[in-house]
């Protein structure tokens, strides 16, 4: 996925009421890769709370002079006493969702937020490097954002925000009028109450149908708010789960392929999550929690060859032909 383009996807630039930001240089598709970018410095060797700012002082005093600049000139939320450890705060990424290390990225720091983003930041291991795709049409000059909040209604996302960047969001989407801002928010408030219940293991269980009936209906306001991110692959992973419970492998292998294919756009190809999906979806019984109940046996064969889209899909979720 994504174009073999080598022309520079981006240029940092001032953006209004924002300060710095990268807007893209060229039109981007959907798994295009936007930036690579190393660590300028991580807070691996930062163990001890007690000094915290003088040793990360020590690091920052130890960069080449660009990279101080680099990392100087990166908005602090909280300015007075530890510039230092606040400017971590403030622009600092993990090397991956489950890892206790941060990092500084410079470029990747001049990403503001929208609260439909259009790119999305992953840590690639393999390659140390933090790299950015494009989730969705991109065109030239369009500001290149990421999605710091959690999601929900506006009001959420907008006093998470203000409590923890000191921004209140003024995106495209808080700042749709009055009457379209309150059907996005009644949308999200559905899409909190649907991902809970995808979540209850008890209903996955014994209530399978429905709970897979809930991703589709998930799967229906992202597409309505123009989410592309990684919550559409973790969708896909939870319906993959649906299924694999009920040792359908025809399903779960279907949209296994789907979790790695939406993995792809947001993180690469090169990921460590396409790669586990890309084996789950040739070998889904593979999966540790597979065949709990033997409700929806299938094979990987009975996946509809030749069905149109239409058909597929009411397959796919298991709807009335």
């Not at 992973?237 to 993995?263: G, N, T, W």
């Amino acid at each position: 996925m994504g174009s073999l383009d080598t022309t520079p996807a981006y240029k940092q630039q001032a953006i209004e009421g924002k300060g710095q930001g990268l807007v893209a240089t060229r039109s981007l598709k959907p798994g295009d890769l936007i930036l690579s970018e190393p660590p300028l410095f991580t807070t691996a060797s930062l163990t001890n709370p007690a000094t915290f700012e003088k040793d990360l002082g020590a690091i920052v005093k130890g960069l080449p002079k660009d990279g101080q600049r680099a990392f100087l000139s990166l908005h602090n939320n909280n300015p007075g006493s530890d510039p230092f450890s606040n400017i971590v705060r403030s622009n600092g990424y993990p090397l991956g969702p489950d890892s206790d290390v941060g990092a500084i990225f410079p470029l990747v720091a001049r990403l503001n937020h929208a609260c439909r983003p259009n790119a999305q930041h992953t840590w690639n291991a393999k390659r140390g490097v933090e790299v950015v795709h494009a989730v969705r049409e991109v065109k030239e000059g369009e500001e290149l954002t990421l999605s710091y909040s959690m999601g929900g209604p506006s009001e959420e996302r907008r006093g998470s925000l203000e409590a923890y960047f000191g921004f209140d969001c003024k995106c495209e989407v808080c700042s749709l009028p009055q009457a379209e801002l309150e059907a996005s928010d009644a949308r999200l408030r559905e899409a909190q109450k649907l991902d809970e219940a995808i979540g209850d293991p008890r209903r996955v269980r014994h209530l399978p149908e429905r709970a897979l009936a809930d991703c589709k209906a998930l799967l229906g306001v992202y597409r309505e708010e123009g989410i592309f991110d990684l919550r559409l692959p973790r969708l896909d992973y939870d319906a993959f789960q649906i299924a694999a419970m009920h040792s359908d492998a025809a399903r779960a292998s279907a949209f296994a392929k789907l979790c790695a294919e939406a993995r792809t756009v947001c993180e690469g190809e090169e990921s460590e999550e396409v790669v586990n999906m890309r084996a789950l979806e040739a070998k889904p019984a593979s999966f540790p929690n597979w065949g709990a109940t033997k409700k929806w046996k299938s094979k990987i064969e009975d996946v509809p060859k030749d069905a149109d889209a239409n058909a597929f899909e009411k397959w796919l979720w298991k709807e009335a032909a």
